[in-house]
């Protein structure tokens, strides 16, 4: 299958220009990107709906999840946690991949959720196919780390997990198992969470960048991408005081967002409603314009017959632009330095880093 030229020597000479003779379209360049994006986001929809904590579907969605990320070549970890939720005591799992740094040891964690929100006195979920939230994130999550073939400087680490629609469990015990050391070895945090159903696409960044704005520059690079692939994207433009401009809020990037740079992907719309970000659509065809945790709304059918395309549409151009944001934040050598040992100042000054930084080939 072909895919996407990574960047390599193309750095600073924008994202889709064409290394070979001649112009080739954006298209042809981009052929394939977002196949495996979509497919598993129709799978978890199809197969593994109702996949909320304590139900066989979750544990059958562990599994394949697994199961997928040992056909791209990793070795995935199942880390678990145990919490009560309504009086009840559970146990789910995160599903972890890493692909271990070559020559530094920063970190890019990239997470998405896997739940979907458990059924309640009133509304029967047992058959919610979550394909906007999350079948969406974990599928373009597989193909980011269906992609990640070829030696990183940093490790990056996938993360699917688990329980996020009851609180945050998952990302929250997460976050507490990284040593200090880890937290400040991690570059960036990325969340993806709900990327098809929305009027816009949008890149935030976290809220403990209010404070830090350096910490923007991750949200910022996202942003740049978007616009050299022609993909439109904004950011929270905080109308509503509760939630700051720029920054993402209510999902798993609340685990970390204080602890370490974040950006957060969702398609939603912030200009409508209470401009908090829920709700998603201004189409008169979504009741209240809101679909999240309805069985009825959010599944492949309603979403295709009301937005035609948008499922592929938008798994692709997060895909495209996370693709190209892992490059980026691994060749970018203010966060991997340069050697500090003369003969490594002297191969770090020449093309000897080229060589030693991440280029995929045209055909995998
Ligand atoms: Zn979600």
Known sequence: MPVFPRQGFLWGVGAIAAPLIGAIPAQAATLGIGATAAQETYYL?????????????????????????????????????????????????NVIAERQGTSSDKQIIIGAHYDTAPSSATLDRSGLEGTNDNSSGVGVLLELAERLQENTNLTVKFVFFGAEEIGLIGSRYYANSLSPEEVRNTAVMVNLDSLVLGDKLYLHAGRGATDKPDWFRFRDLTLEIAAEYG????????????????????????????????????????????????TQTSNPAVPGGATWHIP??????????????????????YTLIFD????????????????????????????????????RSAVK
């Open 231 to 278: 993909i439109a994207a904004e950011t929270n433009p905080g109308l509503n005081p509760d939630y700051p401009a720029g920054t993402g809020c209510c999902s798993d990037l609340e685990a970390f967002d204080f602890l370490m740079p974040v950006v957060a992907a969702e398609a939603t719309n912030w200009d409508i409603g209470d401009l908090d970000g829920y």
């Open 296 to 317: 009825s709304l959010d599944n492949r059918e309603f979403i295709n017959t009301v937005f035609p395309g948008l499922i592929e549409q938008r798994t692709r151009d």
């Open 324 to 359: 190209t944001f892992i490059d980026r934040v691994d060749a970018d050598r203010t966060i991997v330095p340069e050697p500090t040992s003369f003969l490594g100042l002297v191969v770090g000054a020449g093309s000897g880093y080229l060589m030693l930084r991440r280029r």
């Open 45 to 93: 929809s199809e197969f593994l709906a109702g996949r909320s904590i304590g139900t066989a579907k979750e544990a059958e969605t562990v599994d394949y999840l697994s199961q997928r990320l040992s056909s791209f070549g990793y070795t995935p970890e199942l880390q678990p946690f145990t919490y009560t939720f309504r009086g009840q005591e559970f146990t789910s799992y």
